[in-house]
């Protein structure tokens, strides 16, 4: 995280208020140092047990962190064509990219089978067709696990619940039998494993525990019809602390409350996003102007909800801090983007120094989910990214600019 040395806030070894003179701002900022820790540890977590850690790079699919990633062992989880092809750029072994989804085109398909992939998470009986036929063409065979809804329901958002009856996600859990049997009659599928993801910012164990118990049901039943189900695949899903008071399991807690549920013989596969890149990546944002309006004082930035979208969409909470401390009074602010909606904001009544014109902020935490679903709303051009390593900063993202936004158009 983020530190204060003096009165000044540092990443690494890196003072905030330097990137952003060097790379003027909003910019996003991400510390390697703790990408590659967050990693480690659910490395170390799974120990000598056979198994991959597939990083969801849903949540943040810029190159030179996915080539991070790469280097230090890691598998890929993909959600579209898009996604398989940037893993593949960025070097990872096509052998470890997973690939879930509930609506994979038959565009998508052909690709993730031709790039030979480890498998896909097949989501509806419909899609067991459409990979079985497209392999069939293309004579390639196709690897899947099933994703399964395991229809458990943990407390988080109800926009990133996907565990739960009645979402979109998944074979439903009183079909997964079903599913396997019919997956067994098709030539071109090969089966080989079991896939469950609940949700995501999970802070809670049980959840995990309830969905394991109850694909391990499903596992007994499957493997008594004689199918081997030889990988098992939790998702990712495990929360991170916004907030100072969040208390988030580690990997290590996880994994080992998952370990005993299943045979020794079980290889496992997480696919953790959020629990990887959050806390190491950051906004580092100007203050443009200063208001008091109704008796509320407003900060506003030059970042948006067209930057970082997460409080909008999720009323997400992101602790705001100074880049540099002063002795001024705090006071209730509400921090701002200069987007014409009312929703447009990264905190609500934060008790911060009422930071001068031109001075700066950082909004924590949000390395995932952050760029990765940023947009061009409102004909902003993307932020740059910059990596922290030591005392070194490096530009992973050059900012757009307004011919950009044309870059298309015909
Ligand atoms: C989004 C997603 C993940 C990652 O979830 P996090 O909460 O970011 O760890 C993993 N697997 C699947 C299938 C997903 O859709």
């Given amino acids: ?39 480690e540890n659910y490395k170390k977590a799974l120990g000598s047990r056979e198994g991959l850690i597939c990083f969801a790079c849903k949540t943040n699919s810029n190159g030179t962190i996915l080539k991070l990633l790469a280097k230090l ?15 593949l750029k960025a070097d990872f072994d096509p052998s470890k990219i997973v690939y879930a989804g509930v609506g994979k085109t038959a565009e998508e398909i052909e690709y993730a ?23 069939a063409k293309i004579k390639i065979k196709a690897k899947i696990a099933f ?7 943990p407390d988080t958002h109800s926009y990133i619940i996907t565990g739960k009856k009645g979402t979109k996600f998944g074979i439903p859990y009183e079909e997964a039998v079903k599913a396997y049997l019919a997956a067994k009659q098709k030539k071109n599928i090969e089966i080989l494993g079991i896939h469950s993801h609940i949700g995501s910012q999970i802070l809670d164990i049980d959840s995990f525990r309830l969905a394991a118990q109850k694909i391990k049901k499903i596992v007994n039943i499957v493997e008594k019809n004689g199918i081997k189900l030889e990988y098992v695949n939790f998702g990712g ?22 370990f005993p549920v299943f045979d020794e013989n079980k290889k496992f596969i997480f696919e953790p996003g959020r629990s990887i890149i959050a806390n190491a990546g950051h906004l580092l944002v100007k203050v443009i102007y200063r208001k008091i309006s ?14 970082l979208i997460r409080p909008t969409l999720y009323e997400a909470y992101h602790e705001i801090l100074p880049v540099k401390m002063t002795n001024d009074k705090k006071v209730k602010t ?5 987007i014409c909606e009312s929703g447009d904001f990264m905190g609500k009544d934060r008790m911060l120094p ?57």
């Fill in 73 to 87: 062992g890691a598998g890929a989880d993909t959600t579209s064509g898009g996604e398989i092809y940037r893993c």
């Fill in 113 to 135: 089978l031709k790039s030979r992939i480890f498998m896909f998470n097949v989501e509806s009986f419909e899609e067991l067709d459409a990979i079985d036929k497209i392999a």
């Fill in 294 to 307: 109704g008796g509320k004082s407003f900060l506003i930035t030059d970042a948006g909800m067209n930057d």
């Fill in 1 to 39: 995280m983020p530190q204060f040395e003096g009165n000044d806030l540092y990443i690494e070894q890196v003072k905030l208020s330097d990137i952003a003179k060097k790379y003027k701002t909003s910019t996003y900022v991400y510390s390697k140092s703790k990408i590659v820790t967050n990693f």
């Fill in 147 to 153: 994703r399964i809804n395991p229809h458990v329901d």
């Fill in 334 to 338: 509400d921090v701002v983007g200069p």
């Fill in 354 to 410: 009422f930071v001068e014109q031109g001075g700066y902020l950082l909004i924590t935490c949000a390395g995932a989910y952050g760029f990765a679903m940023s947009s061009e709303y409102n004909s902003r051009p993307l932020l740059a990214e910059v990596l922290v390593n030591g005392d070194k900063t490096m530009l992973i993202r050059k900012r757009a600019k307004y011919e950009d936004l044309l870059l298309n158009e015909v």
């Fill in 237 to 258: 899903g495990l929360g991170v602390e916004y907030k100072k008071d969040q208390k988030a399991p580690s990997p290590k807690q996880l994994i080992s409350e998952l």
